[in-house]
């Protein structure tokens, strides 16, 4: 029997030899013409940042399931995919703790000035050489964009460092959080400001350069969510110009080719949009691309399905 044909936009690299075991594995990447072999192909696998876009989504009209390494969605018209009939599966619950993790982690390294600390010490410093004060995390208060599972997750860990949370959903949570529908507000009344919502265009630029001035010259902002959620250019300026303390990004505009804007910036901690990043996550969030796929093509019902 012929091999299945499907299309993989990005390299997925702990599953791509799974993947060319099972079925004929074509390679946007490295070959970007899908007029030329659009037409057979039945399955995407893509992940969240990069998705699929409209113009390559209409060169082929005989997909029936994209299958999303990650959760985030903003990057696939769903709209379409549903009037096509086509499924749409995420890798819900498998990557939660460690973007919390991660959020944490940047949160931590930012206020206590950990890369700085390390590069001090690396370039000869003694232990008992001056290094600046950096600011206490422990009883701060912190202000969460968007109460999803990671932002629960989130606040679970902050809880541990007897912090006062605060968060600004699209409604309130049945939680034991303060929530504050006005993200302005939630921003002037945070130490930390962090976001976890989701990306697209109903949270686009939502954190602006009137938020970032209520966050104020005190506070923090932590991104492990979309860097479509920042006003990317406000932030930079608002950093430039110390009218906030820093920021910890795991996400950014283009991350293809991330401003070097921030690379000048002593008030920032960067990460690779590595979030999801550990063995064991990526391991679980292969597993779930696979197994839809294979439950696709099986007939039987799929794993984690959007729809
Ligand atoms: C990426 C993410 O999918 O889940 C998401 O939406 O952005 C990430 O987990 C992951 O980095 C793979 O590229």
Redesign the pocket.
């Known amino acids: 029997m012929n091999k299945t044909e499907i299309l993989a936009m990005?390299p997925l690299k702990t599953i791509i030899k799974a993947l060319e075991d099972q079925y004929v594995v074509h390679r946007f990447w490295e070959n970007p013409d899908v007029e030329k072999y659009g037409a057979n192909i039945r399955a995407i696998a893509t992940?969240?940042?990069?998705g699929v876009s409209t113009t390559v989504f209409e060169k082929l009209p005989a997909v029936e399931i994209i299958s999303?390494?990650?959760?985030?969605v903003d990057a696939i018209d769903l709209a379409e995919a549903k009037r096509r009939g086509i499924a749409v599966t995420?890798?819900p619950g498998v990557?939660t703790d460690d973007?919390a993790d991660q959020a944490l982690a940047l949160l931590i390294a930012l206020s206590r000035q950990i890369v700085a600390g390390d590069q001090f010490v690396r370039t000869g410093n003694s232990a008992w050489s001056t290094f600046p004060l950096t600011r206490r995390v422990s009883g701060k208060k912190a202000g969460i964009l968007g109460l999803g599972g990671i932002g629960k997750a989130l606040a679970r860990r902050l809880l541990a460092l007897d912090m006062a949370i605060s968060y600004t959903n699209r409604k309130p949570a049945n939680v034991p959080y303060r929530f504050e529908p006005n993200l302005e507000k939630l921003a002037a009344d945070s130490d930390f400001l962090i976001i976890t919502a989701s990306g697209g265009g109903s949270s686009r630029h939502l954190v602006n350069a009137r938020v970032l001035d209520a966050l104020g010259p005190n506070g923090m902002l932590v991104n492990v969510a979309?860097g479509s959620v920042v006003d990317e250019e406000a932030l930079i300026s608002a950093l430039e110009n110390r009218r906030i303390a820093g920021a910890g990004l795991d996400?950014f505009d283009d991350e293809s080719k991330i401003s070097p804007k921030f690379f000048t910036l002593n008030n920032v901690v960067l990460a690779p949009?590595?979030?999801?990043?550990t063995v064991e996550t990526r391991e679980a969030?292969g597993n779930l691309v696979l197994g839809n796929l294979a439950a696709h093509f099986a007939g039987e019902p799929l794993v984690t399905p959007l729809f």
């Open positions: 990005t992940n969240g940042p990069t999303v390494f990650g959760v985030g995420t890798t990557l973007v979309r996400v949009h590595a979030a999801s990043g969030m």
